[in-house]
């Protein structure tokens, strides 16, 4: 009997063991959200704060955001800057943008955890007192009404040869750029329009733009020269259609494309701006003989193309005061085309530039504010090109 008795406690204390490792396993408050079977998924489904997985390990979480870093929750009004623009469609992207470019990707995405959202009037950021600082320096820059519509004179031009600098190098004042075979230097108006003037006299002066350009202060503007180029891209067989064949063609677009997005600094006096530059060029068409056989004709052959390309990818940021000039100078790139002031014959040829280079040359330089648009409008308008932004 003794034995029975001791046999029945050593089961009972060896079932509340189990039990109670069981229940050390499951971390508190998450019997409800692990692993949840199809029904009780569906009748838990409607209840606040279930979580229903199929592998990971999800939990509601403390339900309050952390802050071992000190983080804070801060909400700035950028009505002042949305409200202005009627284009772009979410004019708060580009603070979006630029916090990410000042801050780098990772800030927001790793340790400490930090929040960034925006809508039409509010910017929402969740970050340590540090960050909070850099981003309110960034929204005093868009909201400042000092940058409404700045007028910038953007001149993309390219010459033959780079021996321009032997005499224009005692006007120059150089600043710094990471990208190799590219440099950049700032200048005097006076001087720059002295250097633009002794360009235009070189028979190899090419210019690729419209001078006058309006920005809305940190928004992106597009300066784009080019063309599309066909080519025989492949060989389709289709037995019983003569001849046997047919070749599809292929579209390539060729040119330049210059993407500039200024920020004026809180106390007006210099210019914080984003400039990218790509170009395509096809710089050759590599024939290519395909067999081609059918029953009439069994050695038939046709010829497709395999274009060969030319990529350049440029993107910097420059900071310069706002009361002088900056020049870029890409190096000797593929020649964007068509080139704007060409003869009929260099136009008229698609070949006639392939493979080309130049040396490409970007001025930029502060005009000032715009005059309002109700006194802009009394005054005769010439057709200018479009420029289309982009995100």
Same mark, same amino acid.
């Given at each position: 009997m003794a034995a029975r008795i001791l046999g029945a406690a050593a089961l009972v204390l060896l079932t509340i063991s189990i039990a109670c490792a069981q229940a050390a396993d499951a971390e508190p408050g998450d019997a409800k959200n692990w692993r949840s079977t199809s029904s009780d998924g569906d009748a838990a489904s409607g209840r606040s704060g279930s979580i229903t997985t199929t592998s990971a390990r999800v939990s509601a979480g403390p339900g309050t955001l952390p802050n071992d870093?000190?983080?804070?929750?801060?909400?700035?009004?950028?009505?002042?800057?949305?409200?202005?623009?009627?284009?772009?469609?979410?004019?708060?992207?580009?603070?979006?943008?630029?916090?990410?470019?000042?801050?780098?990707?990772?800030?927001?995405?790793?340790?400490? =955890?930090?929040i960034l959202s925006a809508t039409s009037k509010t910017l929402r950021v969740y970050h340590t007192p540090k960050m909070q600082a850099i981003v309110a320096d960034l929204v005093d820059r868009f909201v400042t009404s000092e940058a409404e519509n700045l007028t910038f004179s953007l001149r993309v031009l390219t010459l033959d040869h780079p021996n321009w600098r032997r005499q224009a190098q005692p006007l120059l004042t150089s600043v710094p750029v990471r990208t190799a075979g590219v440099s950049a230097w700032v200048l005097e108006k006076e001087n720059a329009a002295m250097l633009l003037a002794e360009l235009k006299r070189r028979s190899d002066y090419r210019e690729h733009s419209s001078p006058h =350009?309006?920005?809305?202060?940190?928004?992106?503007?597009?300066?784009s020269t080019g063309r599309p180029r066909t080519y025989l891209r492949e060989v389709e067989l289709t037995a019983g259609v003569w001849p046997g064949y047919k070749v599809n063609s292929g579209q390539?677009?060729?040119?330049?494309?210059?993407?500039?997005?200024?920020?004026?600094?809180?106390?007006?006096?210099?210019?914080?701006?984003?400039?990218?530059?790509?170009?395509?060029?096809?710089?050759?068409?590599?024939?290519?003989?395909?067999?081609?056989?059918?029953?009439?004709?069994?050695?038939?052959?046709?010829?497709?193309?395999?274009?060969? =390309?030319v990529h350049y990818?440029?993107?910097e940021r420059f900071r310069w005061p706002v009361d002088q000039v900056l020049l870029v100078d890409f190096g000797m790139v593929a020649v964007p085309v068509p080139i704007e002031g060409a003869t009929l014959i260099e136009s008229l040829l698609p070949l006639g530039n392939a493979g080309r280079r130049a040396n490409l040359l970007v001025f930029i330089e502060t005009r000032g504010r715009s005059a309002p648009a109700a006194e802009v409008a009394r005054e005769p308008r010439t057709a200018t090109k479009s420029y289309h932004g982009r995100y």
């Open positions: 870093h000190g983080q804070v929750w801060r909400e700035y009004d950028i009505s002042p800057y949305t409200s202005r623009l009627t284009t772009p469609a979410r004019p708060q992207q580009a603070i979006i943008d630029r916090v990410l470019q000042e801050t780098g990707y990772e800030a927001w995405h790793s340790e400490p =955890l930090g =350009l309006m920005v809305n202060n940190g928004q992106s503007s597009f300066v390539i677009d060729e040119g330049l494309t210059l993407e500039f997005a200024p920020l004026l600094s809180t106390d007006g006096r210099s210019i914080d701006s984003v400039i990218k530059c790509d170009i395509d060029q096809v710089e050759k068409m590599v024939p290519v003989t395909i067999d081609v056989p059918s029953q009439a004709s069994p050695r038939q052959t046709t010829q497709i193309e395999v274009p060969q =390309l990818r440029f993107q």
